[in-house]
């Protein structure tokens, strides 16, 4: 069973009085060990098309299936359950709650589903050393570096155990050293574990290491390539 | 990591924002606080003054009295009716009185006085007005010989500012004179041997004896043992014209009615008026003048009282007074409502800048599976505890002050002093001890940021989570 | 949007400081104004001891010598002579304590606007001929004596549904015809019986004031004593009736024509206890008052302000109470705008860096910000002036009415119905302050924009 499932999807939406079409017929699916990205020039959707496949915004017309199930079936309050189960988001920036350790960023989504304390410590544990920061569990984000940020945010999305994480431009504020970090780590959850990861990204360091490349254009896509 | 645990985090990342509005709310509350405790206890002293020095907390009249206070209204004393309403737990003493309007002279000088005529142990025992007798007066005779003496040179330099004050207590003139306690020891028995008043109240026994307001004395240039005339109107319209001898002079804090009573026995007073067997009122006496319990009471002694008679309250006493005193009040809530206004926009502002500087944030939190609800729980109680941090810092500011002022009202002199005794006001400042008043600056303030709170948590359920995180 | 709150926040504040303000002021205005132009004039010459012991001897002997010091003064324009004792008042059934002040009927009426005072219907100001003797007394003092009274007479009736009284209530009002009541509350039990709280609220005063009757000439006797200390009296008939704002002074006060005091008294012609002098103007009392003092070394001179100090007092104090009101209102927006500053600063970081780097000196910086401070405040401040200015100017003609209050007021001597009016003087204060306020708040936020590292700054947040 696909994991994702993008359904001849549409986009419109009513930018002052012009009409944009966002996302303007796409069809597409990915398996469970994808590792997915999606490129294409500034304005060609791929934001759009990645809060669509989230959950966080809905088709004007098509459907999205996650792990079988139609998002339009869902009512809002169970789609942000849904979200919570299925998807792990990892943002550009502004990933993580300030205020909080990495350890408390990462356990704060279990939390939200009400985990015992004993299953979240223990998660959370897990989850650092798998991306190579036990030791930086008590640091704040404004004492991480930036892609050490990343690092933590990726490990808060792989929390809850989701079907796949969503990633948009996860390394456009990293050095390459940071950025190759990163990516290495997500090849390792990717292969180890078949994480499927779905990125949109301008970033070329990651469309090398890319499996399948999707080249989005006008809202449409232009070529879907798999590389081994 | 519970909600308010965030909350509290999340108000410090931003240290000088918080400071700042917990500071304008700190501020008005302090404000508002102290200057309600000094207005307030100005009122409550106000109506102290005069209630527990004249009218009392309830009174016993005839029905038409209240509206037309004429001799002709006066009543025959039932004792029967005393002896009933005696038996109200709360009442300890009905002490009937005959009080009518006079014209006093003494030798060439003239005024109009207000004739008290009272049951000399009874009037004392629930007024206490033999305390209030003068006990030193500082004439000028006085101030030179004790300008001679030994005492302390600021003592001296005082003397001059209350030059020909009169005092029935101690701890007023050390209060004025500036003397502290260790000095007491020392300084009084000198000021005492040049000062010292010789003063007695009436007593049953006295006939045709009367002691004066000090106030009244200075007036008539009349004083112990000198003799006063009375003309009036009495009962039925005939003349009433007698003479009598000062036996005593009394300090008030009220100046009103410092300046115009004559104390005199019941007997004498009904006499003069031509009379007998009658009173103008009596003074209901009670355990607890509790503001409740005087209502309660009053109730009940109305039940019991039937026409002719009614039961009159200290509020329809000093209806006047009452009055000035709304208007008065009413004109310190404006400001102070003024006030919180004004801090009000302050705490939106604020409210506003921090919604616009976390929206990122706040998309962020909602993508990954916050609630909004649960986001517009953290943000109020964020908004809360700021509240919450200012209002315990005013009031804890606050208190000192209050505390200090009731012990150590603020005690005006020189013209500010003369102004407010001439307005009827005591020249003291004191004030009130937390009550009230205080729960409702809180309120208010829970008031402003209940809209604050309202505000934002509809802004966050509006929030789009797409631009948010754009933003 | 945030500097509009903060625009708005000042506007509201100054238009409620500049108004209350402007009401407060206005009441002390027209006590001012009651005070010299009904009650005491602008100069009082005593024998010196006349104020502290009222004694009948106490008298001014040499009237003309006086008349003379004081007219021969730049500035006086008229003078006159009382004669002041303390007695009486009575009727049937009540008394009370008056002073009672004879008067020089025709200058008096050039210095008093009392006169002017009477209420329509009750008589004149000693116009009518009448070989008794007559006193002009205050209308609270002809309620103490039940000279007063409340009827409900047809004409009363006619009058009320004139005003426009709704019907049902003015025949309510009818049941109580022809019934005289002694008392104002007398009256108003009577009505309070008959009608509904609603229309006691909105009618209750004008039915008091149609049924409100005086019949003229009503007798009172007023007792007091004569030069030789002894107890004498007289009948008077009440010659018309003043009403002013101030209750004491309506209470205590009794006017008689000078002559007839004589007569009673045998206060020889040609004596007085007191002259009374008009200035051209209340502000040249302080330089009048001593020129005057030099001359009538004798005598006790005193000026209003003196005469009741709370009042010059209370004028004076006016512009520094009123300072203070603003300075605590502008204290508290002053931390809206802090924060509001700061947030513009940490906002613009980038922008800051940026034009430091290329070479704006750190005072341009600090005055750039201190000016956008000042104009938050100026324009809110201004907003609030301008919105106070044209309440004002409403209010100024169409009055407050506070009668909830009229009676605690008007025995102070204040009116209860405010015309707020303000000096220009207020607004010049009000603008200084609001320019400080813009820049006492900017200091700190200024400070952090000029601690700011340029590049750092230009790196982004």
Not at chain 2, 207 to 221: M, P, Q
Not at chain 2, 424 to 433: D, K, N, S, Y
Not at chain 3, 181 to 206: Q, R
């Amino acid at each position: 069973m696909a994991v994702v499932e993008i359904n001849n999807v549409f986009k419109f939406y009513h930018d002052t009085e012009v009409e944009v079409k966002a996302i303007n017929g796409v069809t597409l699916s990915f398996e469970k060990g994808d590792f997915a990205v999606i490129v294409g020039p500034s304005g060609s959707g791929k934001t759009t098309l990645l809060n669509l496949v989230g959950g966080l915004d809905q088709p004007t017309g098509g459907e999205i299936l996650i792990a079988g199930h139609r998002l339009s079936e869902l009512r809002p309050s169970e789609l942000i359950d849904f979200r919570m189960d299925h998807v792990g988001f990892v943002f550009q920036s502004y990933n993580l709650i300030p205020v909080l350790t990495a350890s408390e960023n990462i356990g704060f989504i279990m939390n939200l589903q009400k985990w015992p304390k004993e299953k979240r410590i223990a998660r959370t544990d897990e989850l650092l050393s798998s991306v190579g920061l036990s030791e930086r569990h008590n640091s704040r984000p404004s004492q991480l570096s930036g892609g050490q940020q990343q690092r933590v945010a990726v490990a808060r999305a792989l929390a809850t155990h989701p079907e796949f994480i969503l990633a948009d431009e996860p390394t456009a504020n990293l050095d390459s050293k940071s950025a190759e970090s990163l990516l290495d780590i997500m090849e390792k959850l990717n292969h180890e574990e078949g994480m499927t990861f779905i990125f949109s990204t301008h970033d070329v360091r990651v469309m090398k290491r890319a499996h399948r490349v999707i080249t989005l254009e006008d809202g449409k896509v232009v070529s879907d390539e798999k590389k081994e | 990591m519970k909600d308010y645990q965030l909350a509290w985090k999340n108000l410090w990342r931003n240290r000088r924002r918080t400071l700042i509005t917990a500071a304008s709310v700190f501020f008005a509350i302090f404000f508002a606080l102290v200057m309600r405790s000094f207005q307030l206890g100005a009122y409550d002293r106000l109506f102290k003054n005069v209630i527990e020095s004249y009218t009392g907390y309830l009174q016993l009249q005839q029905v038409d009295y209240f509206d037309d206070p004429n001799l002709d209204n006066s009543f025959e004393i039932d004792q029967a009716l005393i002896d009933q309403m005696k038996k109200d737990p709360n009442v300890n003493d009905v002490v009937p009185r005959f009080e009518s309007f006079a014209l006093a002279a003494a030798g060439s000088h003239t005024q109009g006085v207000i004739v008290l005529g009272i049951d000399p142990n009874s009037e004392d025992k629930i007024m206490k007005i033999s305390n209030k007798l003068v006990k030193y007066k500082l004439t000028s005779e006085t101030i030179e010989k004790l300008r001679n003496a030994s005492i302390p040179d600021h003592t001296k330099k005082l003397l001059d500012v209350f030059s020909n004050e009169a005092y029935s207590s101690e701890a007023s003139l050390m209060n004025d004179l500036g003397i502290s306690d260790e000095d007491s020891a020392t300084i009084l028995p000198v000021i005492r041997s040049h000062a010292s008043f010789s003063n007695e109240f009436l007593t049953e026994r006295d006939t045709s004896d009367v002691v004066i307001g000090d106030g009244l004395s200075e007036y008539l240039k009349a004083g112990v043992g000198d003799t006063i005339v009375l003309m009036g109107q009495g009962y039925h319209g005939t003349t009433a014209a007698g003479k009598y001898v000062v036996k005593g002079i009394i300090k008030l804090p009220a100046p009103d009615i410092d300046n115009v009573i004559v104390y005199i026995p019941i007997e004498t007073a009904r006499e003069l008026y031509a009379a007998p067997g009658m009173a103008t009122s009596a003074v209901i006496s009670l355990d607890s003048n509790d503001d409740d319990d005087i209502l309660q009471t009053g109730s009940r002694l109305q039940n019991i009282v039937s026409e002719p008679m009614t039961i009159k309250k200290w509020q329809e006493l000093n209806a006047l007074m009452v009055n000035q005193m709304e208007a008065d009040n009413r004109s310190g809530m404006i400001m102070i409502a003024l006030l919180y206004l004004v801090i009000a926009f302050g705490v939106f502002g604020t409210v506003l800048m921090m919604m616009a500087e976390r929206k990122r944030e706040f998309g962020m939190l909602v993508s990954i599976g916050m609630r909004k609800r649960k986001l517009a729980k953290i943000i109020s109680i964020e908004m809360l505890l700021i509240g919450f941090l200012g209002v315990a810092a005013g009031v804890a500011a606050s208190l000192p002050l209050v505390f200090y002022g009731n012990i150590h009202p603020l005690r005006f002199t020189g013209e500010f002093a003369r102004m407010y005794e001439d307005y009827g006001f005591e020249a003291v400042m004191p004030t009130m001890l937390p009550d009230t008043f205080y729960l409702w600056q809180i309120v208010v303030v829970l008031m402003i940021l209940v809209i604050a709170i309202i505000f934002s948590t509809r802004k966050i359920f509006r929030m789009n989570v797409i631009n948010a995180l754009r933003a | 949007m945030r500097s509009l709150i903060v625009i708005a926040a000042v506007a509201i504040g100054i238009f409620a400081g500049v108004f209350l303000m402007a009401a407060m002021n206005s009441s002390v205005v027209q006590r001012l104004d009651a005070a010299v132009n009904e009650e005491l004039s602008h100069i009082q010459v005593n024998n010196k001891d006349f104020r502290s012991s009222a004694d009948i001897q106490n008298i001014i002997s040499d009237y003309p010598r006086v008349v003379a010091a004081l007219e021969s003064t730049p500035g006086v324009t008229k003078v006159t002579g009382r004669m002041i004792i303390r007695g009486i008042a009575s009727t049937a059934t009540k008394s009370s304590g008056v002073e009672i002040t004879g008067v020089n009927v025709e200058k008096e009426k050039e210095m008093f606007t009392l006169s002017g005072k009477l209420i329509p219907g009750t008589g004149s100001y000693f116009e009518t001929d009448t070989k008794f003797n007559t006193a002009f007394i205050g209308e609270k003092l002809a309620k103490e004596l039940n000279i007063i009274r409340y009827i409900i007479t047809p004409e009363a009736i006619t009058s009320l549904r004139e005003k426009g009284i709704p019907s049902n209530v003015v025949s309510k009002v009818e049941t109580l015809q022809g019934q005289r009541y002694t008392s104002d509350k007398k009256f108003v039990k009577a009505y309070e019986k008959i009608l509904a709280p609603g229309e006691i609220k909105k009618y209750g005063w004008k039915i008091k004031e149609a049924a409100w009757s005086y019949r003229e000439g009503s007798k009172i006797i007023l007792s007091f004593l004569d030069i030789t200390n002894n107890q004498t009296g007289a009948a008077f008939r009440v010659s018309g009736i003043f009403r002013t704002n101030n209750d004491m002074f309506e209470s205590l006060s009794l006017f008689v024509p000078i002559d007839e005091l004589r007569q009673l008294t045998g206060m020889k012609e040609g004596t007085f206890h007191r002259v009374i002098a008009r200035l051209e103007d209340n502000d040249i009392t302080d330089d009048a008052t001593p020129v005057i003092r030099e001359k009538l070394a004798d005598y006790e001179v005193l000026n209003w302000k003196e005469i009741q100090p709370d009042l010059a007092m209370i004028a004076d104090f006016m512009g520094q109470i009123y300072a203070i009101f603003m300075i605590i209102i502008l204290a508290a927006l002053a931390f809206g705008i802090v924060n509001t500053m700061l947030m513009a600063v940490l906002e613009r970081t980038r922008e800051l860096g940026m034009l430091m780097a290329i070479g704006m000196n750190r005072r341009k910086i600090f005055m750039m910000i201190m000016l956008e401070s000042i104009f938050l405040s100026i324009v809110g401040g201004f907003a609030g002036m301008a919105v106070s200015e044209i309440v004002i100017a409403i209010t100024g003609k169409t009055g407050i009415n506070l009668m909830k209050y009229s009676e605690g007021m008007e025995a102070m001597g204040y009116s209860a119905h405010l015309f707020p009016t303000i000096d220009a003087q207020f607004f010049v204060t009000t603008t200084i302050l609001i320019v400080l306020t813009g820049i006492i708040s900017a200091i700190y936020p200024a400070r952090k924009a000029l601690k700011l590292n340029p590049v750092e700054a230009i790196r982004g947040e």
